[in-house]
């Protein structure tokens, strides 16, 4: 199970990015999706989150300006930012909460898993 994110950059305060972030592998299903940031010299945060049936949760900070959208088929979760603000910047992380997946053994039986997974993380600077 891998996930692969992308859409990182370089920004003006006000301006928009968009976070796309694909999972791949023999996966059966995922329960909630999300993204997460660390800025320099702090904590991972959460930024938002949807489950496997699409309800949102966002943080304070992010709230109104953020948007975060799956696609259950497709196994992608993405996150459109607007209105950014220098303290947006980080760099953000997608995660995937228990993914369920499938194997084959060597006798060619099939062996579910599950795992959570995380993208490789994109930098996301916004300008003064």
């Not at 909460?97 to 996301?124: H, K, L, N």
Request: neutral net charge; charged residues 15%.
């Amino acid at each position: 199970v891998q996930l692969q994110a992308s859409g990182g950059g370089l920004v003006q305060a006000g301006g928009s990015l968009r976070l796309p972030c694909v999972a791949s592998g023999r996966i059966l299903s995922i329960d909630n999706m999300g993204w997460y940031r660390q800025a320099l010299g702090k904590q991972r945060e959460l930024v938002a989150l949807v489950t496997s049936g699409g309800s949102p949760t966002y943080a304070d900070s992010v709230s109104g300006r953020f948007t975060i959208s799956r696609d259950n088929a497709k196994k992608t979760v993405d996150l459109q930012m607007n209105s950014l603000k220098p303290e947006d910047t980080g760099v953000y992380y997608c995660h995937a909460d228990r993914v369920t997946y499938y194997t084959m053994t060597p006798t060619s039986e099939y062996v579910m898993g599950a795992t959570d997974a995380w993208g490789q993380g994109t930098q996301v600077t916004v300008s003064s």
